[in-house]
């Protein structure tokens, strides 16, 4: 009989783990316990003639089931990368109009910087305002998924046009304060006035706008500071004026609504009513740890030999989901700093983890510097984005993240089903050597629908060891 390499894992998890001796001796199936009685032995290895035997029909059920799984993992696949495309379009947009915004800003400062209305005081800020800007627009830009074009030109052209527009901001904002410190410094010269025709209450300073210093002069002035630069040719400095700039972009706001309606499409897509309040911060606390807590510099941790186990890191986002929601719907009445309970728990480097877990990320022994960070600047931008757009368009966010990064996870409307699938796979397994907390599958399943972390640790890494919860 033929097995495909696809059913191989479904069969392994199905073996006794103590077969019996009629097993061995090929007397009874493997899988079943039932005695061949004539029917023809399917040898499972390690040889053909020692190890483990079964029978056809269970290894055809066996084989059926895993075909299921298979294709439903196809088909999880390919919805997954329709919702990364979607996921990703809106953050691009998202990433691009703030860029967008920002070049505005820096044309608005040239602009200003080459007029005489502002003091140089307030040209100034003007300019450390826009610099701070341009980082904070800049910063942190999204990664296209594995599904989406990698070399997709428009976030490096759109950071691009904005260096372009930076560099004619930062030339006429320098170009104006040099001037203004050079014009400071100078000595009244009231002699000149007759020449210049200046008027009567002129004060003798005569300002200076472009100031011819020839080739050679920087090269010179250099030297007296200690700085010997060879000349070769002949040098120019020509202003960079004019620059081409692309068609202006949507305003901000249209943007914002037109991103908010795709998140919202998603949401549907996934069986999460943007409307329905419940549903929504639901989902939005599972996007929440996922982004703050689950995805960066945890995955070090959990990958070194001091790290957590898949049991504890469930069991710990089971308890983290619970504050996120909690501090999400405080955040409604109190404003977005009551996610400040929710960031304080789930950055503690000395807290043990759920599921009566000792596991703590300071006793790990890894690096937690950037993991506090992480957590921080994700629960400060989901703070900074319900402040500037309000309460819910914050949670469309985080919830549409939930359900591409953790769409069936406890809390995700998906869950219910997961626990129904996972609970057929747990029924057929051999859970001889399993947690005592697993022997009753109706208690169970009752622990995964309501709080998976009352299951303990150990329990859960037992079913995430056998993936059943996919």
Request: charged fraction near 25%; charge should be negative; hydrophobic fraction near 40%.
């Amino acid at each position: 009989m033929h097995i495909p390499s696809y059913a191989h894992a479904t069969i392994r998890a199905a073996l006794p783990t103590v077969p019996t001796s009629r097993q061995v001796d090929c007397l009874d199936c493997c899988l079943c316990d039932e005695p061949f009685d004539g029917r023809v032995p399917v040898p499972l290895g390690p040889t053909v003639t020692c190890g483990l035997f079964a029978c056809r029909p269970c290894l055809t059920r066996l084989v059926a089931r895993a075909r299921r799984l298979r294709d439903f993992s196809l088909a999880q696949d390919a919805e997954r990368a329709r919702v990364e495309s979607a996921i990703w379009a809106a953050e691009r947009e998202r990433y691009l109009a703030g860029l967008g915004s920002v070049r505005e800003a820096a044309e608005a400062v040239t602009h200003l910087a080459e007029q005489e209305g502002l003091e140089p005081l307030q040209m100034a800020w003007l300019h450390v305002s826009l610099e701070s800007a341009y980082v904070w627009a800049t910063d942190d830009a999204p990664e296209p998924p594995g599904s989406a074009d990698p070399d997709d030109p428009s976030l490096r052209d759109g950071k691009f046009r904005l260096n372009l527009e930076m560099i004619s901001a930062r030339e006429a904002v320098a170009d104006r304060l040099a001037y203004h410190l050079i014009n400071e410094a100078k000595p009244a010269e009231p002699e000149l006035c007759a020449e210049s025709e200046c008027p009567k209450d002129c004060s003798g300073r005569h300002d200076s706008e472009h100031i011819d210093c020839g080739p050679d002069a920087i090269f010179e002035a250099l030297k007296e500071h200690g700085v010997g630069i060879e000349r070769q040719d002949p040098l120019t400095s020509p202003r960079l004026q004019g620059l081409p700039c692309a068609a202006a972009a949507t305003t901000e706001q249209s943007t914002v609504t037109e991103v908010n309606e795709q998140l919202a499409a998603t949401l549907v897509h996934f069986g999460v009513d943007p409307d329905d309040t419940e549903l929504l911060v639901s989902a939005a606390a599972v996007g929440l740890v996922a982004d703050a807590w689950r995805d960066g510099p945890l995955d070090a941790i959990h990958a070194a030999d001091g790290g957590p186990s898949d049991g504890e890191l469930f069991a710990q986002s089971v308890d983290l989901y619970r504050r996120a929601r909690a501090a999400i719907i405080a955040a409604r009445e109190d404003g977005p700093d009551a996610l400040l309970a929710f960031q304080a728990v789930a950055s503690d480097v000395n807290l043990p983890w759920a599921g009566g877990s000792c596991f703590t990320l300071r006793a790990s022994g890894e690096p937690t510097g950037e993991f506090v960070k992480h957590v921080d600047d994700r629960v400060w931008y989901t703070s900074k984005a319900m402040r500037e757009h309000g309460w819910r368009e914050a949670l469309l966010y985080r919830a549409a993240s939930a359900t591409f990064k953790a769409p069936t996870h406890f809390g995700m409307p998906r869950w219910p089903a997961a626990v129904a699938s996972a609970m057929e796979r747990l029924a057929v397994l051999d859970r001889s050597g399993a947690p005592a907390s697993l022997a009753d599958l109706a208690a169970v399943e009752v622990a995964l629908l309501e709080a998976p972390d009352r299951l303990g640790a150990d329990a859960l890494d037992w079913i995430c060891d056998r993936a059943l919860l996919g």
